[in-house]
Each structure stands twice: as C-alpha cells, then as structure tokens.
C-alpha cells in the first residue's frame, strides 16, 4: 500500500510503498478513504510533542474515516464493509492514517454518520473527543450553567459550543470578529477576545464568573480563565501545558481539569470509550445537532506537507482533512 513515511523531525513527508497490516485479535483492517489533521499532528512531524511522538521513520496521521474490509479475532461490533470513522493512530507504537490501509483496535471506532461525507467524518474525531471529555466528563456540564469558550470557533473549540448547547447551556465563546458569526449561527454569544476578562464576567454574569470555562488555547487563555470563573467553578483546558500561577483560581475554589485526548491510543486504557462517545455523536449528527466546520480546500497525499502547515499557519476556517481517496 501506499503510505507517507516521516523519516526524520521537521522533514517533508516520504510516498513509500509499504506492507498492507494485517488486522490482529480484535482489530480491523480499514481503507482509509480522509485523514483528519489537527494541531498535534503538526507538532509531532517536527518533533515538540515528545510525551506523544511515535519512533521514527513512522507513518503519522491521528484521525480518519474509512471502510471496513477485513475483521480480526474477537471482533463483533463490526463487518466488512462498514464505513468508520475515530481517532486511531499517529502516536507512539500505533499506525497513523497517512496511508492507504490501517489496521485499528476497533474499540476505538464507531460507525460514521449517514449524512456526512467521508472527509467530514474525517474531520471530528479527535476534537470531538477533546471536547467531550473536557466538558462532559470532567466538567459535568447540565442545563443552565454558563458555560464560556475560549476560541470558540477553532475545532476544538467549536464543538464545545455545540455539545453545551445540546446539553442545555448557556454559551458564550470568545472569538476573532471575523469569526463571530460562526459562534453565533450555533446559538453562543460571541465575545471579541481582546475584551478584557472583567468586563465580559460582570455583562454575562453580573461580576460572579461563569460556572464552566473551557480554555483550548493555553498560556494567557489560561490565566484568563482563572478570573473568569465562579467559586466552586469547572475550568477544563486541553493546551494546560505552560507554567502558571494558581492562585485566583484556589482563591474561588476552582476545580483544574487538564485533557489529554492521545492517552487511551497511548496507554490502551479506556479506547471503548472513545469509540462510545463517537457511537453517540453519530446519532447527534444524524438528528442533526452537531455538525463540523471543514476547510474547503483540497488536500491529498501528495500534498500533506501543506495541510500540516496549514493547521499551525492560522490560514485554516475548519477542520483540514486529506483526501486519501
């Protein structure tokens, strides 16, 4: 098969033909037909994601959707020919999606929805799960809390806003004016970001900060949603990865949760999960509820190198995703 071999960090990528896997017990094998790309990919190619980086030479690629075409031992939520999608590889002893086959612990997969594209399924996984994990499974979030994001329109950040909403929230994003729309078409209140913290806790929240803030950007997001948060308030960040001052958010008795959304592909424990909240998503998106926000520029194998800097370059409005198919 087909695959994009990164040999060394920073280096363009490398079209290497390489051995279709073979799907072992309670794995399956999937053609790859979109290969989602997010931040951290980028990060891991040019080598400052040590806690995640695969050995190299290593096919990369965290997110995809494809079809099923083989079952390995023990699978049985799954056939042939079931089209897929999950956050699945790219990191550590696992495959990335930069190839034209993957073999993937079917755990960590879900069946797509029917009314996206492969490349919009491509385009969910791994923010999706970010979000999900942040706001609903350590923050807790329930009808009527006050619930700020910060870049509310980025991938993380915008569906964070849109599992608030359908959880009953009160939402409210900072964003770039440019990008106000967009957290206002999926029912927010967008907040310019240069607004400083304090005006927009005491118009929101009458001075007594809101009850989740989640932070997807890290360093002054961060610090600023220390302030922004109420007493016995939830801050859940997925960038906490800089040094910082605790002291305003124990002075409101804050609860810190940091996401790493790589941990299950890395450590095994708890991949059903992911592949049970996708299960969910899929039939949010089919109600339709949810939906992502995909860049509509074109991207393959041949030019993946540009879809990674793409992510990191501040040119993208969505999720970038490459077409393998």
């Not at 619930?147 to 964003?175: D, N, P, R, S, W």
């Not at 913290?197 to 803030?213: A, C, H, L, R």
């Not at 220390?226 to 002291?247: D, P, V, W």
Request: hydrophobic share 40%; aromatic share 6%.
């Amino acid at each position: 098969m087909k695959a994009l071999l990164t040999n060394t960090y920073e280096s363009e990528f490398v079209s290497t033909e390489i051995d279709k896997p073979t799907p072992k017990k309670g794995e399956v094998l999937v053609k790859i037909h979109a290969s989602g790309v997010n931040p951290i990919d980028n990060k891991i190619r040019i080598g400052v994601s040590p806690y995640a980086s695969p050995v190299l030479p290593a096919v990369l690629g965290t997110d995809l959707a494809g079809v099923i075409e083989q079952i390995g031992e023990g699978v049985t939520q799954f056939k042939v020919g079931d089209e897929v999608y999950g956050l699945a590889g790219g990191v550590l002893g696992l495959q990335g999606t930069l190839a034209e086959y993957t073999a993937v612990d079917a755990d960590l997969l879900a069946i797509k929805p029917k009314n996206l594209t492969m490349k919009e399924a491509a385009g969910i996984p791994l923010v999706l799960l970010t979000a999900w994990e942040g706001l609903i499974d350590r923050a807790q979030v329930k009808k009527g809390d006050k619930v700020l994001v910060h870049a509310g329109a980025g991938g993380v950040g915008h569906m964070v806003v849109q599992l608030a909403k359908i959880f009953g929230a009160e939402v409210y994003a900072t964003v770039s004016s440019q990008k106000a729309d967009t957290v206002k078409s999926f029912g927010a209140t967008a907040i310019d970001k240069n607004t400083p913290v304090e005006d927009y806790v005491n118009q929101y929240t009458d001075g007594k900060g809101f009850d989740i803030v989640y932070d997807t950007l890290g360093g002054q997001s961060l610090d600023n949603s220390f302030k922004a948060i109420r007493h016995y308030g939830q801050i859940s960040s997925c960038a906490a990865f800089g040094t910082h001052t605790l002291a305003t958010s124990s002075l409101r008795s804050g609860s810190i949760h940091g996401v790493f959304v790589l941990h299950p592909m890395i450590s095994g424990d708890g991949r059903k999960h992911h592949g049970d909240i996708l299960t969910e998503v899929t039939r949010l998106i089919e109600e339709g509820k949810l939906k992502p926000i995909i860049d509509p520029r074109k991207f393959t194998l041949d030019n993946a190198i540009e879809a990674h800097k793409a992510v990191s370059d501040g040119s993208s409005f969505g999720k970038i995703v490459i077409d393998v198919i």
